[in-house]
């Protein structure tokens, strides 16, 4: 059983900085892109940003020169590091991986949980 357990979230002034993590465990054979997904109350789910296993990152222009994307291969973990909140960066983050299972044969996206973000003005 694949899981993916955000951590990190909470309530920032707006101009602070959080530090997101999601850890993948299980039966893991391989991950491919990872990423980092929000939605706030209202809105759909939109794309923060992604990156592959060999590093490439893509950023929403909303979030570019402000936040960060990592990861730790070795152990299946994906950062976010966010700068300069805004009150607007508001929502619940999303943690997003595209992998394959031991003993499976196809590729699948997984989810984590959720955990929210709230930036004060």
């Known amino acids: 059983q694949v899981q993916l357990v955000e951590s990190g979230g909470g309530l920032v002034q707006a101009g602070g900085s959080l530090r997101l993590s999601c850890a993948a465990s299980g039966s893991i054979l391989g991950i491919n892109a990872m990423g980092w997904y929000r939605q706030a109350p209202g809105n759909q789910r939109e794309l923060v940003a992604t990156?592959?296993?060999?590093?490439?990152?893509n950023y929403a222009d909303s979030v570019k020169g402000r936040f960060t994307i990592s990861r730790d291969n070795a152990k299946n973990t994906v950062y976010l590091q966010m700068n300069m909140l805004k009150p607007e960066d508001t929502a619940v983050y999303y943690c997003?991986?595209?992998?394959?299972?031991?003993?499976?044969?196809?590729?699948?996206?997984?989810w984590g949980q959720g955990t929210q973000v709230t930036v004060s003005s």
């Open positions: 990156i592959t296993s060999s590093g490439s990152t």
């Open positions: 997003n991986a595209h992998l394959i299972e031991v003993g499976s044969i196809g590729w699948y996206e997984y």
